[in-house]
């Protein structure tokens, strides 16, 4: 007996990934569908070694789904996913419409999975990205030694902004290459070997909303007595975001100790050699389903202060994987019912 | 009436780019040879409109050079600058063979021009690229409010590595787009459409030297009491590089103030306008002698904070200008005598 699924925005980057890790973990399905936009009638996608035909959104009858994994942006998520909720599905959705709204949980599995508990208003929201694997580092350590404070400077992967964003670095480096006219569309500058220190809109106190993002996500997952401060930086890089992170604590904790209790922590791997190679670079983390963890090592700058780099693929933790997660979570506590089952 | 200066490293990028802003800024020479080791003897390098053939350095006699610009290396610099500065040139060396010397000033002219009145060994050390622009930034924010802590995060050019560095960026992209294979030969993993958190070699602490040097240098150039912790990461840009930077200070300073001293400080452009767009990036950069800045705003996760992002081109305020820059200083002050004008 499984779940009857609907995969929302199943034609992006984190729509077929979506699909894709449904598949790889087995998660327990009767049926996937694949839905999109009418203008993504039809298109093909995988589902393991299925293919679906996606269907269009605003005819679907959501009367006997499940479980509905939204990656379809913020707009399309304030419109349907309260109409989906309604007709008794649960919704793992993966833009910000819904990240910030009291009753609505924001969840990373390995950090705080109790909170799936309290679903006023049918909708699970999934993390920004950046703070998905962020918090998955920072909570066995928050555990041990209470975090004061986070500094965290951002190298953020093309795909962070959809598959666009994938195609301009593309078409960019090509260009330079071939001697043709740079063209700038999905990015406000040439992002083909540059860096735009500039992710999302920006707000009055000079942050981006992307920075603010992290900040109060980070509150609402893991602790909102955490200060933390972001400068986020999009980087020619095709998949994985990695992090330079430093924090403080209110209790010492040393690195050999902060390597240890991450090393037995869910979802991180510890590669950290302090050796030419011995650490993570963002093109090897794509694809993987860990949080990696390299450079760690004492900031004796302040008190009780720890240094680290943190790895993840944006399109998988930060985003289908983690909703996936969320999913199962909420399978293994009794808290997603099947209608078929139920009737 | 002008100097005999020597340019030894002739062939590098910083040489080349040493030679190019001798020309450029019209730095009073009488003569001007190029030197490099054996290997590059013959090499023709462009010094303005004029071309040199490079001579090999451990042949030629440096009894009538007045100055010495030295990018050869730590190892070359250690053997031959003392033994150039017993001839009674001046050497201004770009490796890190004589940074950390008591008797050797470490200088960036914005910051303290003042330190090359007192040149016991006749050699000036030239900072870390990274360092360069940094304390740029840094010293008139100093001056105002009293820098306490500084956590920066550095995104680094592969021009940074040398000619090695942009021919394996260079030579990997295009492997990626022929599908031939990618080879890793100047650095330790794949840099095309990656980073690698890793520059210069692992000491003891975890630390790298260039995280190390960051500190160090800052220390020794702006104030040993401000603390310093660097996270040094090289990313597929060719030239410039960045750095996200968050400062604690010992009086508050709002982000206005900041930009205000800033836009009046030396050496400095600020462009910073909240708006998409609206901050320079690295390829921006490149070719330009000024430090960026961008992003200026106030860090309220600690008391009096700031954060802003620092970009600047690393050949020219990061190597050869901040070189050209410092001879410039010493013949201002009348500390560099022409050997032919004083007999």
């Given amino acids: 007996m499984g779940y009857k699924i609907a995969v929302v925005g199943a034609t992006g980057n984190v729509g077929r990934e979506m699909l894709s890790i449904l598949a790889e973990r087995a998660f327990p399905a009767d049926e996937v569908v694949a839905l999109a936009s009418r203008r993504s009638q039809g298109t093909e996608v995988s589902y393991g070694d299925k293919t679906l035909k996606t269907k269009a959104l605003d005819t679907y009858d959501f009367s006997d789904v499940d479980l509905c994994l939204m990656s379809a942006g913020g707009e399309v998520s304030k419109e349907w996913s309260p109409q989906i909720?309604?007709?008794g599905a649960v919704v793992i959705d993966n833009s910000s419409a819904w990240r910030y709204d009291p009753e609505v949980p924001l969840v990373v599995p390995e950090v705080n999975a109790e909170a799936l508990r309290d679903i006023?208003?049918?909708?699970?929201?999934?993390?920004?990205c950046s703070t998905a694997q962020l918090v998955v580092a920072l909570k066995p350590l928050h555990d041990r030694a209470t975090i004061k404070r986070v500094v965290v400077a951002t190298y953020q992967s093309v795909s962070g902004a959809g598959?666009?964003?994938?195609?301009?670095?593309d078409r960019q480096t090509k260009a330079l290459y071939s001697l043709q006219d740079v063209q700038e569309k999905k990015f406000p500058k040439r992002i083909a070997f540059n860096l735009i220190p500039h992710i999302d809109v920006f707000m009055e106190d000079g942050y981006t909303k992307e920075e603010w993002k992290m900040t109060a996500e980070t509150k609402k997952i893991l602790d909102p007595k955490i200060k933390l401060t972001a400068t986020c930086v999009r980087v020619p890089v095709f998949i994985s975001?990695?992090?330079?992170?430093?924090v403080e604590f209110e209790q010492p904790i040393t690195a050999d100790e902060a390597r240890e209790i991450l090393r037995a922590a869910p979802g991180i791997m510890v590669v950290d050699k302090r050796e030419p190679g011995g650490y993570i670079t963002p093109h090897e983390a794509a694809g993987e389903d860990a949080t990696y963890i390299s450079r760690i090592r004492e900031d004796i700058t302040v008190e009780n202060g720890l240094a680290?780099?943190?790895?993840?693929?944006?399109?998988?933790k930060g985003a289908a994987l983690n909703a996936v997660q969320i999913a199962e979570a909420m399978a293994n506590r009794g808290l997603l019912k099947a209608k078929k089952q139920a009737a």
Same sequence: chains 1, 2.
């Fill in 85 to 87: 909720a309604a007709q």
């Fill in 120 to 128: 006023k208003k049918g909708i699970v929201a999934n993390p920004n």
């Fill in 163 to 169: 598959k666009d964003g994938m195609d301009e670095l």
């Fill in 241 to 246: 975001h990695s992090e330079a992170v430093n």
């Fill in 308 to 316: 680290f780099w943190c790895v993840s693929d944006n399109l998988r």
